[in-house]
């Protein structure tokens, strides 16, 4: 199917071909029909594009401290690698969108195939959209009407949050094309509402619907407001306006706003502007001001957008959905007029028309929409596999990987190590099409689907890479197994005991199938080198005890990877990447573990613990798991004391020794053993010759992590049996 991208590299806009996403649960399938583009916020993206890298940091200047701690913990050549990793991923265009359903997941109970919506989908000929962005479309409200619903109920949350009340006086300030339609819905609050904007086309355009209008750039828009309301000065002011400009007109819009607005009066972001405030205008006159959050109450909660779970309306009377249906609504009745709003409207094929003229000096353009055709060549578009080139056929041989997953590990590690290893990439699955095809392209994989079965069932295929939500692990890995295939996937291997025994069983039946995990630590260049000194393979004869501490940093509270039931953690998830560096390291294995958490109650996670780990040789390890500690500070440290001697592994990038005759020091950069993983992999399923993870070691770690959960929990030492 085509879909349009940004790159943030160049700032060019592209339609690219990618295979369509599947439902999934919880989500609906939309076949799309009409996209409106949002000129201010797609203008932005582009610009920010175009910019040169001191551009881009000037920008986002937030970004720059984050940089330099980067650089501080991790090194100038891993960050900058970061950064540009970061803006060489692609962002999908769109969020205002119509479509007819054309499949719904499980658990969605209100949609039919056949419904027409509208959600917040990308510019892309099929859509994936969670039920809770999706909205039914009254048979009155032509597509066309439709693709205003988003962007109307970002206008609408702004006014939520301003709560005017009959005949009070509010400013709009920018009447681009949230503002036009805010200061419509103003008026059907029964306000009085005065739009301001340089542009005199957009001024025309709001006089249309009833909007009074001031020129700032004619007119002192602070005296004008205070004339127009009696010396009182405006109840309220939404600012529309979108621009990161650091111009003095654009620092002056919140003085402005400030000075006239009326004593106690309300000031509400909805647009992109400087916050240079002057507290003496607020001060005087006690003003609010509030920024408001794109379309509503369930925004950006994953618990409402993907989970599913709405807010009972009793107490939330507006979520972003009910938003939704409330602009459809005055749509189907006539009181909100978008038919002035449209400038043009193109096929998706000829985008340029829109694109290129983004930002155009001149350029009267308010609402652009793009259409979609309904052609038996479009119809052929939309399969779940795409072939990006020809290939002779590939004699099933060890090292012929398929790859489940595509997010930012899968591109900046995953296919970076595999293809220095020489692998064969052959196949890449994602949820959504667009991710897995734009790496197949980058790395040269000849194809790309959004079915994963298509991977299993390819016979070509002996090696499946699993990078997917942890979540997903266990299942992935059986039906791998039992496709038979060569398994490596990335940590946790499961997230729950019964997963870990069924991984077992299957592992039992497909004996002749390697499965392995990316513990990659043991592969660095500093734990090898640590092994070798402490006595490689005899290294287990004699205990020692080894504390590793992990600055792992801390992470929002409400991301994925802290669900239990999504991610497992950060100890299930992260943690048990040292668990298993120091059984490779002590040469035995965990026989009981003990977590205590930071804070007073239990909980099913945590991010900030110590664990201690008993080993059958006697060793006892120690792993400190911290995510409240500096950003600064190096992130992995490893003390190692045995025999009257210490090995200090900071960072992997250096290893310091103490009373190792003819070691001091190794140093170099920085290599926590990804590549030399998939190496030692790729060479081990073609030769059988290679370094692998002992099975038993895999379901040992993987079981300590579980049972150091279980410890948190029951407050005691767990046994592993």
């Known amino acids: ?82 950064v540009f990793r970061k803006l060489d991923q692609p962002l999908p265009l769109g969020y205002c969108h119509v479509g007819e359903v054309i499949a719904v997941g499980a658990d969605v109970t209100d949609m039919a195939i056949g419904d027409r919506v509208a959600s917040n989908g990308h510019h892309a000929e099929v859509v994936c959209v969670p039920r809770n962005l999706v909205a039914k479309i009254p048979t009155s409200v032509t597509d066309d009407q439709a693709t205003f619903t988003v962007i109307g109920a970002v206008g609408l949350q702004g006014i939520r949050l301003l709560n005017p009340t ?60 205070m004339t127009l309301t009696g010396g009182v000065g405006a109840d309220g002011v939404v600012i529309t306006a979108s621009t990161k400009s650091t111009t003095t007109r654009t620092d002056e819009i919140m003085t402005q706003s400030a000075r006239m607005s009326r004593k106690r009066g309300r000031i509400v972001l909805i ?29 950006y909660d994953s618990a409402y957008e993907q989970a599913g779970l709405d807010y009972p309306l009793p107490f939330v009377r507006w979520t972003e ?23 043009q409207i193109v096929p998706l094929t000829d985008y340029q028309q829109i694109y290129g003229q983004l930002g155009a000096s001149g350029s009267h353009t308010i609402a652009s929409i793009l259409s979609y055709p309904d052609t038996p060549e479009a119809t052929a578009r939309l399969g779940t596999s795409i072939t990006l080139r ?139 080198k640590a092994k070798s000194l402490l006595g490689g393979d005899t290294s287990g004869a004699v205990p020692m005890a080894i504390v590793a501490t992990i600055n792992a940093g801390a992470i929002p509270a409400n991301a994925w990877v802290h669900d239990r039931a ?28 003990c977590l205590n958490a930071m804070g007073q109650a239990p909980s099913e996670t945590t991010d900030s613990a110590s664990m201690l780990l008993r080993y059958e040789n006697g060793s006892t390890g120690v792993i400190n798991y911290f995510a409240n500690g500096s950003k600064a ?40 053993g990804h590549a030399e993983q998939f190496s030692q992999l790729i060479s081990y399923l073609r030769t059988g010759q290679g370094l692998i993870i002992p099975f038993s070691d895999i379901i040992n770690t993987t079981a300590t992590a579980l049972a150091a959960l279980r410890s948190l929990q029951e407050n005691n030492w767990v046994l592993l049996v």
Do not use: W
């Open 566 to 593: 999504v991610g497992g953690g950060r100890i299930l998830g992260e943690a048990c990447h040292h668990i298993d560096l120091l059984t490779y390291l002590t040469g035995s294995r965990v026989t009981a573990v």
């Open 1 to 82: 199917m085509y879909q349009l991208i940004q790159h943030l590299t160049s700032g060019k806009t592209e339609l690219v071909t990618v295979a369509a996403p599947q439902v999934r649960a919880g989500y609906v399938l939309i076949r799309t029909r009409r996209t409106l583009v949002s000129v201010g916020t797609e203008r932005m993206l582009v610009d920010f594009g175009k910019a040169s890298l001191l551009g881009k940091v000037r920008q986002q200047p937030e970004r720059v401290k984050q940089v330099i701690e980067k650089i501080q913990s991790d090194g100038l050549l891993p960050t900058l690698e970061a």
């Open 321 to 343: 959905n009910r938003n939704f249906q409330t602009i459809l609504q005055l749509l189907s009745t006539g009181q909100l007029q978008v038919a002035p709003l449209i400038s």
């Open 633 to 672: 500070y190096a992130k992995e440290r490893i003390e190692i004391y045995s025999q009257e001697r210490t090995l200090i592994l900071d960072n992997f990038s250096s290893l310091t020794g103490y009373g190792f005759r003819g070691f001091s020091s190794f140093s170099g950069k920085q290599d926590k």
């Open 390 to 528: 020809e290939r002779a056929t590939i004699v099933p041989s060890a090292g012929v990987v398929g790859l489940i997953g595509a997010g930012s590990f899968a591109g900046a590690t995953v296919l970076p190590a595999l293809r220095k290893a020489g692998a064969t990439l052959h196949t890449i699955a994602s949820a959504n099409g667009m991710s897995g095809t734009l790496l197949a392209k980058k790395y040269g994989i000849p194809h790309s689907t959004t079915r994963y079965q298509t991977l299993l069932d390819e016979p070509a295929i002996d090696l499946c890479v699993i990078t997917t939500r942890h979540n997903s692990h266990a299942r992935l890995v059986i039906e791998a197994l039992q496709a038979g295939k060569h398994v490596f996937v990335e940590k946790p291997l499961a997230i729950y005991e019964d997963e870990l025994a069924a991984i077992i069983t299957a592992a039992s039946k497909a004996s002749d199938r390697l499965l392995t995990v990316g513990f990659n630590r043991r592969f660095s260049p500093t734990a090898r």
């Open 166 to 225: 009959l005949g009070e006086t509010v400013v709009v300030v920018g009447l681009g094309l949230v503002g036009l339609l805010t200061a419509q819905l103003l008026r059907l609050n029964g306000c009085r509402v005065i739009g301001l904007d340089p542009d005199e086309h957009k001024l025309t355009l709001a006089r249309t619907v009833g909007i009074e209008t001031l020129n700032p750039s004619h007119t002192d828009v602070i005296k004008a407001v």
């Open 271 to 299: 647009g992109v502007v400087n916050l240079h405030l002057n507290r003496a205008d607020f001060f005087e006159k006690e003003l609010s001001f509030q920024v408001s959050c794109s379309y509503g109450p369930g925004r």
